[in-house]
């Protein structure tokens, strides 16, 4: 069976340049922190990357603390810090702050005070792309970064978090973007790497890998690749909503990612939609990769006023550069075949 990956939210295929960038690295032997010429080599490596990612990112002049992942990010930038934020961030997020900001039928966050206010740029479930302040204390920008022209210095924000799997670079290695002159007091400790601020021999195939992701991505967002994407996307919807009358396209109404589409349908459980796809060849996904698996209603969806049973019953369709036409009607069809049983039971069941 021919199989289609349509859950790019979760993770990307891992670019070309990448792969071949993170070869190169591994032929390199020295620690970054040596002084000898192959430990310099190996820093000149890291450096060169925090350089490329700052400029892909539009942060020149800030710093680029390299990390393990967007979610160490999260923590190295928000523990300690008396914060808030509406109830759709990541779970990285909203474990370190309070979630108690308004938010409304579209997804977006009614700011009050941005300097002590975490927002993301885009939601990962539902594709919502939210309205940056100016003075933002911290962004998940995991998101947008490659897919939309975003620029950290742009936002005017304190601090940015982005991943390098999320726009065709290697898992495990992520940045906290910060402001130049910002306190950012260290979580791991034991050595002098990340200019005092996270301790750990740096990640230099990772970092290779990330910086060369991360310029590809920017290459394809100049010349117009998630705008055919986002014609997909639009083909998927209308196709979809065609027959599925009783399912509610979540957040079309406000700017949104151009590859994410959020289907809900009430009292068809997503877990159940996601297996069922899996089997007819196609990888799709219930919510935020990192709360998979996890049977409960989505809570970005509650929060916007869904109720239980339609909020459980969100699946996420996520797609990328190269998505095709015949995978996306595929998928639709599938989908469809899919509602129609799911109806036909829940029909004999009143019966």
């Known amino acids: 069976m021919m199989r289609s990956y349509l859950d790019h939210n979760a993770t990307t295929p891992l670019r070309d340049e990448a792969r071949a960038a993170m070869i190169a690295a ?17 820093k000149s490596i890291v450096e060169s990357a925090r350089s490329d990612i700052a400029s892909a990112f539009g942060a020149d002049g800030a710093d680029v603390i390299f990390t393990s992942s967007a979610t160490e990010s999260a923590a190295l930038a928000l523990r300690g810090r008396d914060l808030h934020s509406g109830d759709i961030e990541h779970d990285a997020v909203g474990a370190w702050v309070q979630n108690d900001l308004a938010v409304d039928a579209d997804g977006l966050v009614q700011v009050i005070d941005p300097t002590v206010t975490t927002l993301q740029s885009a939601n990962s479930e539902t594709g919502v792309v939210q309205t940056l302040p100016q003075g933002l204390a911290v962004s998940d920008m995991t998101q947008a970064f490659g897919k939309l022209p975003v620029a950290f210095n742009w936002t005017g924000a304190t601090m940015a978090l982005i991943s390098a799997h999320k726009l065709g670079g290697p898992k495990g290695i992520g940045a906290l973007v910060v402001k130049r002159g910002t306190d950012v007091p ?3 400790l034991g050595g002098g790497q990340e200019m005092g601020r996270r301790a750990g021999t740096e990640n230099v195939i990772g970092a290779a890998g990330f910086a060369a992701a991360a310029k590809a991505a920017v290459r394809d967002l100049a010349d117009g690749a998630w705008e055919r994407v986002a014609h997909l996307r639009d083909l998927l919807e209308d196709t979809l909503e065609a027959e599925a009358k009783d399912s509610v396209i979540v957040g079309k109404a406000a700017p949104r990612l151009p ?27 219930a919510g935020s990769a990192c709360s998979s698996g996890k049977v409960r209603a989505s809570r970005v969806l509650k929060a916007m006023g869904y109720d239980e049973a339609t909020a459980a019953g969100a699946i996420r369709i996520s797609l990328g550069p190269e998505t095709t036409e015949q995978e996306v009607l595929g998928f639709a069809e599938k989908w469809l075949t899919q509602m129609r049983k799911h109806h036909a039971r829940a029909a004999r069941a009143i019966a």
């Open 26 to 42: 591994m032929e390199v032997v020295g620690n970054p922190s040596s002084v000898h010429g192959e430990g310099r080599h190996a």
């Open 186 to 188: 260290a979580q791991l």
């Open 259 to 285: 590859n994410t589409t959020c289907i809900a349908t009430t009292g068809w459980k997503g877990e159940t939609q996601v297996m069922q796809m899996d089997l007819a060849g196609y990888a799709i996904s």
